[in-house]
């Protein structure tokens, strides 16, 4: 099992994605219940879970990391985090992480544009600090893509990235979270045509190419789809939301995902009287998915858009045809992925990704 802990709803930025607004409808400010309760709850689990620090800014409740980390016994720890204050956390507990997330959106230009001036430096500044302080672990850029990004150029600039080596570079969309108006599916969709999925394309392709010349680009989602198109395997949702993956709200309720407290999905337990055993597997994908002949391999992106269809019929379909072209493409250099294969240069298993859940859901 695999938690997101909400430490608070504060942050000290402000992106244009989800601005900084603490609303104490959805839930208290800061995580009000105790580490002895979440330790209560991690020791009714079978197997230790994974702990994912999340906000907000998790690094701005700095007190209960250190606490949390001190007396939980996780199996490993994760952080979500946009980086510019993570040289506040010890170093001792910094090299303890099993994988550091970084919101950083591609190149300095584009990341301040939507995270604020100085947003990129302090971000790398952050993640740098981390490795210095003996983290090993897995750096994951984290991106969020949207009308504006080149998905080729900004994808390349993060793998590139001279000032920090990031293992991986996931993204997500900046799709269905919002109710639309008029012009922005149309935009949405002239992206898509003319400027997303041909970038997926030539980002495919380059990746081969650099596959071929013996280097494994960490892009999260090719590595993560091939791998299930090598093992002829059928992948469940993939972030695991609401299957193996839940959110702990400030409040100590459990949700399937760390969105749905701002809306109507409803609480499947708290942290307090909850069976683990009794969580999984209430709230599943289902409409459109269910008769698509991408289900065993896409899992149903999101269960969050799946259930809340913001963008209509046509936004979801607008997306998912994204959805299908980056698989489509995987499948078409497939056989040059086997090749490489076979010829020793690489296992398999090289291709899995994420190994442990660690919050990359894999699918854009
Ligand atoms: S491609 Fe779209 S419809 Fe098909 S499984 Fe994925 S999210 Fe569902
Ligand atoms: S992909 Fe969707 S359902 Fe899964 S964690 Fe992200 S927002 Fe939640």
Wanted: proline residues 5%; negative net charge.
């Amino acid at each position: 099992m695999h938690y997101h802990l909400i430490l608070t709803q504060r942050c000290n930025l402000n992106c244009t994605y989800c601005g900084q607004d603490v609303d104490l409808n959805v839930m208290s400010e800061n995580m009000e219940f105790s580490v002895e309760q979440l330790q209560a709850f991690v020791d009714r689990h079978d197997e230790p879970p994974v702990i994912a620090f999340y906000g907000g800014e998790p690094v701005l409740e700095l007190n209960k990391i250190i606490n949390i980390m001190e007396i939980v016994k996780a199996k490993e720890f994760v952080i979500q985090t946009n980086g510019t204050i993570l040289n506040r956390i010890p170093k001792e507990l910094l090299s303890k992480f099993h994988t550091i997330l970084i919101s950083i959106d591609g190149t300095e230009e584009l990341t301040n544009y939507f995270r604020g001036d100085t947003t990129y430096d302090r971000a790398l500044k952050g993640g740098q600090f981390a490795r210095q302080a003996g983290f090993e672990g897995d750096l994951v850029a984290r991106m969020s893509v949207t009308t504006r990004s080149d998905i080729f150029e900004q994808v390349m600039h993060l793998v590139r990235c001279k000032k920090l080596d990031f293992n991986h570079v996931h993204w997500q969309l900046d799709a269905m979270w919002d109710i639309p108006e008029n012009d922005r599916i149309e935009e949405f969709r002239k992206w898509v045509d003319n400027s997303y999925n041909p970038g997926i394309t030539k980002l495919i392709d380059t990746w081969i190419d650099h596959m071929e010349k013996g280097e494994l680009l960490g892009i999260a989602p090719f590595l993560g789809i091939t791998h299930s198109l090598l093992t002829d395997s059928k992948s469940p949702l993939r972030c695991g939301a609401g299957i193996d993956f839940f959110a702990l709200t400030t409040d100590g309720e459990i949700t399937a995902c760390p969105i749905p407290p701002s809306l109507e999905f409803p609480t499947l337990g708290n942290v307090e009287t909850s069976l683990p055993a009794e969580l999984p597997n209430k709230l599943n994908i289902d409409g459109p998915c269910l008769s698509c002949d991408y289900l065993d391999i896409c899992g149903g992106r999101c269960l969050y858009t799946n259930k809340t269809q913001y963008w209509g019929d046509e936004g979801f379909d607008l997306v998912c045809n994204t959805v299908k072209h980056l698989v489509d493409e995987l499948r078409r250099i497939l056989p040059r992925v086997k090749s490489v294969i076979n010829s020793g240069k690489y296992e398999i298993n090289e291709f899995q990704y994420p190994k442990m859940p660690n919050g990359v859901e894999v699918i854009p």
